[in-house]
């Protein structure tokens, strides 16, 4: 693929965006994207500014919507209503409000209290693996453990997350896949519509019942704050959804590169407390964060490009954190890295609402992985997803020697 061009379909491309996007950064930092039809940024410096930039929305559900002939309108309705209600999409002033509702309703103290779950659950997890000759680490650790915590926070049976899952998967590649498939609007639109029933059939049992649980606070801090039932269901699927996806990305990615740099794996096992700032570095190196999504709500310039009103925007975060500009020895695994100012939760208003949960949980998984499993070993090749938003491995074959 010539630099000239950055197409997330080409399969170079899916399997290693970085070749391809680090040139750019080199050559052509604001890149138009035929494919893509949108902008591509790749400097950290230009991500970074723009993630605080008024001028670039986050409400790319609206035009995007508004772009579809009237066909395709119809196919995706019930998506785009769902996700509208999403803090993801929405900027100042409804941003600022939902976003306040929804910290409330997740605060230190509340993540910090989760440290005896996950522990028990990572341990839970492991001892089932210490059984088994040959599995998928995916499959076996990094999907179901996210997938209980957050069960255990919103107080849902376990077994309710194999469905919840499944409806996840369908809405993935509407919210960050570069395929064409072309059911992709229909599945999305489906899993949305069903997700939302069995939610709204969950808050309505919650307050007839009441709690203590994350769904429970939801539902008070949003009743107090105005939130119509809708934003309540949205705000539960949200983080349902945000709260299992990208940690079960952090953990596989992350093992798999402790397993590709065995001496960073080494020190972990020897100094557990290392297993801090490795996460920090994972984050980095080979994080869950693809790339974020804006549209430009009027025209303007970066780097003497004029991007117009309404064009989309790819703030490439995965490119951004290994930008040498920024980063000494951006190719080098350096679990002892400070600072690292990576970008992999984004940096603005929008930043993470989930990131002391998701580095707590990293933390826990790999500490207790590298501890109680110092056999485990890569048996077969790593698959990762297709996807341009979120980078996850979605395979791993494994072993324990
Ligand atoms: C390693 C795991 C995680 C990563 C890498 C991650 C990354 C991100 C990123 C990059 C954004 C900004 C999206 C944008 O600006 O378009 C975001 C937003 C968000 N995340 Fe996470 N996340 C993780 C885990 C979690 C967890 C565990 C939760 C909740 C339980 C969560 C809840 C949210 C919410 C609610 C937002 C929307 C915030 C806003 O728009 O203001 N995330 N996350």
């Known amino acids: 693929m010539s630099v000239s061009t950055f197409d997330p379909r080409d399969p170079a491309a899916m399997d290693d965006p970085l070749p391809i996007l680090l040139r750019l950064q080199d050559a052509d930092p604001v890149h138009w994207s035929p494919a893509l039809r949108g902008w591509v940024i790749t400097r950290h410096e230009d991500i970074k ?41 929405k900027d100042p002033p409804e941003h600022t409000h939902l976003k306040a509702c929804l910290s409330a309703t997740l605060t230190t103290r ?12 990572a341990v839970e ?14 499959a076996e650790f990094a999907r179901p453990l996210p997938a209980m915590v957050i069960a255990h926070m919103c107080d849902l049976p376990r077994d309710a997350m194999d469905q919840i899952r499944y409806w996840s998967g369908e809405m993935r590649p509407f919210i960050g896949s570069a395929s064409a498939s072309p059911d992709k609007y229909a599945r999305a639109d489906a899993a949305a519509r069903a997700m939302g029933a069995y939610f709204q059939d969950v808050v309505r049992e919650r307050r007839r019942t009441g709690g203590e649980d994350l769904i429970a606070r939801l539902i008070a801090r949003g009743t107090s704050s105005q939130l ?30 402790l397993l590709q740099f065995p001496r960073a794996l080494r020190v972990i096992q020897q100094q557990p407390i290392a297993v801090k ?15 974020l999504v804006r549209v430009a709500r009027a025209d303007c310039q970066v780097r003497g490009k004029h991007i117009a009103r309404g064009q989309r925007v790819f703030l490439m975060v995965h ?76 395979e791993m074959p494994c072993t324990l020697e």
């Open 277 to 291: 700032s490795a996460v920090e570095e994972i984050l980095r190196f080979d994080g869950p964060t693809g790339g």
């Open 228 to 257: 119509s039932e809708e934003e309540i269901v949205g705000a539960c699927v949200l983080l349902v959804f945000a709260g299992h996806e990208t940690t079960t990305n952090l953990i596989g990615n992350g093992m798999r590169v």
């Open 319 to 394: 490119a951004a954190n290994h930008d040498p500009r920024v980063f000494r020895n951006p190719d080098v695994f350096d679990i002892e890295r400070a600072p690292n100012p990576h970008l992999a939760f984004n940096y603005g208003a929008h930043f993470c609402l989930g990131a002391s949960l998701a580095r707590l949980e990293g933390q826990i998984a790999l500490r207790e992985v590298a501890r109680r499993l110092p056999t485990l070993r890569l048996d077969g090749p790593v698959r990762y997803m297709d996807t341009l938003v979120m980078r996850g491995v979605g």
């Open 49 to 89: 500014a723009l993630l605080r930039d008024d001028q670039l929305s986050a409400d790319r559900l609206v035009p995007f919507y508004d772009s579809l002939p009237a066909d395709e309108r119809n196919a995706v309705a019930g998506v785009v209503r769902h996700l509208n209600t999403w803090v993801s999409f």
């Open 110 to 121: 509340d993540v910090q209290s989760l440290r005896p779950y996950i522990q028990a659950a």
């Open 125 to 138: 997890l492991v001892e089932r693996i210490g059984t088994q000759a040959q599995f998928d680490f995916i």
